[in-house]
């Protein structure tokens, strides 16, 4: 019998021991994502196996080599890892490579986010709310991938729903990674609107208008900086010049210094924003005649308009109200206020007329409208 060759001999050895679990310590190359997103655990386990299958089928296979991903998808290697056992580590975690069908054993990368997504709108638990940034990196660092405005705006919105802004602003803080960006005019505004609206609900309580007044300020903060907004100068269409960001700024200075504060503008806080409003303000929207065309009601759907209008009113309102002579721009204040006032009475006796549900996008316009500080 011809000898067998020194190949051969060594293949033989390793078939005759028995198997044994390989195990990889993951190092960082320069084609692989620097970050693997770990995810919070969670009480409901529905999300706990989304985000789980979300990892497994797709996170996993992008951190692997060539070879490792051969092992997981090659129909040719189904046995092999069950013939020898091999774990790799990835984020402190060991995970187990298991071999699967790519196509039809692996759902849809974005339909498992957008139910892991739906999971957490649900909840009120600020850790299962931690994923939400971490599926936002994955899908920036390891996909290159971001959510889409329209899914970050509904992120803002159920996070305002549920009381978690302060796990919106994180993910804003940390935009070089989640790619949510107040550059969106949409998530902005929703934002702003989500942090005004704790404050009316709360029927303007002082500890409600100081927190909205902080969450304010780390918003406006965010904006001076590049991945936000213009930096320091400030340019066509920027939104720290927006009327409704500006208004929703003086209505809850105004509030505290009326509500909380005997009516005194401390540091001439309230003076200075109405003053930056009504230097926003166009010509035109001092007319109540054109007011009117530009203020309109939806048949159905939220009435964006016509709640980014009462933050205006009710901040030159009031601030008139306690600074009286010394109110910056009187006569534009005043003309502001009779057209505003004249337009939206209009238009919330039309909501009212509806007898709208509670709830509804009827109702949530119409609450704007009732809040408002008249005495």
Not at 82 to 100: R, S, V
Request: a positive charge; charged letters at 25%.
């Amino acid at each position: 019998m011809a000898s067998l060759c020194t190949r051969c001999s060594l293949r033989l050895q390793r078939q005759s021991q028995p198997s044994r679990l390989i195990t990889r310590t993951f190092c960082q190359s320069t084609t692989r994502p620097v970050e693997f997103p770990t995810f919070t655990p969670s009480t409901n386990k529905t999300l706990n196996d989304t985000l789980a299958a979300y990892r497994d089928k797709h996170l996993v296979p992008a951190f692997l080599t060539r070879r490792e991903q051969q092992l997981i998808f090659s129909p040719h290697k189904k046995d092999y890892l069950k013939e020898n056992p091999t774990t790799i580590e990835l984020g402190g975690q060991e995970i187990k490579l298991q071999w699967f069908d790519r196509h039809t054993e692996r759902p849809a990368r974005m339909k498992l986010v957008k139910a892991a997504l739906e999971q957490i709108f649900q909840s009120k638990d600020g850790r299962d709310w931690e994923n939400v940034a971490k599926l936002l990196q994955a899908l920036k660092e390891v996909h290159k991938a971001p959510l889409e405005e329209k899914v970050q705006d509904k992120i803002v919105r159920k996070a305002v729903r549920q009381g978690q802004i302060s796990q919106v602003l994180k993910m804003l803080q940390h935009a070089d990674k989640t790619s949510m960006s107040l550059k969106s005019g949409l998530v902005l505004k929703t934002l702003v609107m989500g942090v005004r609206d704790t404050a009316q609900r709360s029927g303007w309580e002082k500890e409600h208008v100081i927190r909205a007044l902080e969450m304010l300020q780390r918003i406006a903060q965010l904006l001076e900086t590049e991945q936000h907004g213009a930096g320091r100068n400030i340019v066509e269409g920027d939104p720290r010049m927006d009327p409704f960001i500006l208004g929703v700024q003086l209505e809850l200075v105004s509030v505290y210094a009326y509500k909380h504060n005997q009516g005194v503008d401390e540091n001439e806080t309230v003076a200075r924003y109405a003053d930056r409003l009504l230097c926003s303000i166009g010509e035109e929207q001092l007319d109540a005649s054109v007011l009117e065309t530009k203020l309109v009601l939806r048949e159905q759907g939220p009435h964006s308009e016509f709640q980014h209008a009462v933050p205006i009113l009710h901040g030159v309102f009031l601030a008139n109200k306690m600074l009286g002579e010394e109110m910056p721009q009187a006569e534009e204040a005043r003309r502001l206020i009779a057209a505003y006032e004249h337009t939206l009475s209009g238009l919330a006796a039309i909501l009212e007329g509806r007898a709208p549900a509670q709830g509804s996008y009827d109702h949530s316009a119409l609450e704007a409208w009732r809040r408002m500080i008249r005495d």
